[in-house]
């Protein structure tokens, strides 16, 4: 049945141990207590956090960006020494349960990559050998603790390449959610519209409204809530209907410090009418409705964020 009323997807990122073991717990009974299902995009492999101090060498802005979004996210002195200090443990591939536990609770749950940080720092370099492994070691992973064939990904840190869209085929994947965008599509590689439907997250992250100056006067919820209830468009576009989003948390900020504030932004949503749906149901009510545009996928800088982003093309 397509729906038309205003809909929402939470994709709730999971990018370190301390994130997986606290904060997909604590987020269940958030998302319990409202009775709405979320997608867990969960890193399988190493905790290599503590690597990510050297983008403050690489990334301009990265300095500026931390020290704004400071409040945001919560995670130990522990974790910031993971995969230097201290050796870098497994995040989900060596802790079942609460990925299991977040299915049980009816919850959809796929890979966010098998290392997070060198996905995220390293991707654009990799050749296609190196890029195909990387994906197979996280959808293996996501099979040996799930039990059942991987069919989505979530790319870390939205770094997506013409190389790891082509992999994702090859996998024989349903859908991907690697890109910001404004409406699910076929990526576009090599004049070729690939089958693996991507979801694009809609809404700017928590971090980068936090780390924008000019917001500073605004409560950066009521921020986002307003967003929220106009639909998104392409750049410079002002779209009518009811408005279809994809909002990406992280159980480092939204399962952690943030979690009150979240559950409130839900129940506010709830009374607004909206329906809260899995990035699964998304994708399958894409390919239904049928006719997907195909677009390139382009990298971009967003507000409040540091670095580059794959996005839509004609988002940012
Ligand atoms: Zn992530």
Redesign the pocket.
């Known amino acids: 049945m397509t729906q038309t009323g205003p809909r929402i997807a939470l994709k709730i ?1 999971v ?1 370190t141990l301390q994130g997986y073991l606290d904060g997909v717990p604590r987020l269940l009974r958030v998302l319990d207590r409202a009775q709405v299902k979320a997608t867990f995009c969960c ?1 399988m492999g190493p905790d290599c956090s503590g690597k990510a101090i050297w983008r403050v060498f690489r990334q301009r802005g990265f300095l500026g960006k931390m020290w704004r979004t400071r409040k945001a996210l919560s995670v130990s002195f522990r974790t910031k020494l993971y995969g230097t200090l201290l050796s870098a443990p497994p995040i989900a591939s060596g802790h079942p349960q609460p990925m299991r536990d977040a299915e049980a609770a009816g919850h959809e749950v796929i890979p ?1 990559g098998w290392n ?1 940080i060198t996905w995220h720092d390293q991707l654009s370099r990799w050749d296609m050998e190196r890029t195909r492994h990387e994906l197979d070691l996280a959808c293996r992973a996501f099979e040996r603790v799930m039990g059942r064939k991987c069919e989505a990904f979530a790319a ?2 939205w770094q997506a390449t013409d190389r790891s869209l082509l992999a994702e085929e090859e996998q024989g994947l349903t859908y991907s959610a690697d890109t910001r965008g404004w409406k699910p599509f076929l990526p576009l590689v090599e004049g070729r519209a690939l089958r693996v439907v991507q979801i694009p997250t809609t809404l700017p992250t928590l971090d980068e409204i936090i780390g924008r100056s000019d917001l500073r006067a605004r409560a950066p919820m009521d921020y986002l809530a307003d967003l929220i209830r106009r639909p998104a468009g392409p750049r410079g576009s002002t779209p009518a209907g009811a408005p279809v989003h994809v909002y990406t948390g ?1 159980t480092e900020i939204e399962g952690a410090r943030w979690a009150d504030t979240f559950g409130s932004l839900i129940a506010t949503l709830q009374d607004e009418g909206f329906a809260f749906v899995t990035l699964g149901e998304l994708a399958e009510s894409a390919l239904q409705e049928g006719a997907l545009d195909a677009y390139s996928v382009v990298s971009a800088e967003l507000p409040g964020r540091a670095g580059k982003v794959s996005c839509q093309a004609g988002f940012a």
């Open positions: 990122d990018d890193a966010h997070h870390p840190g992280h």
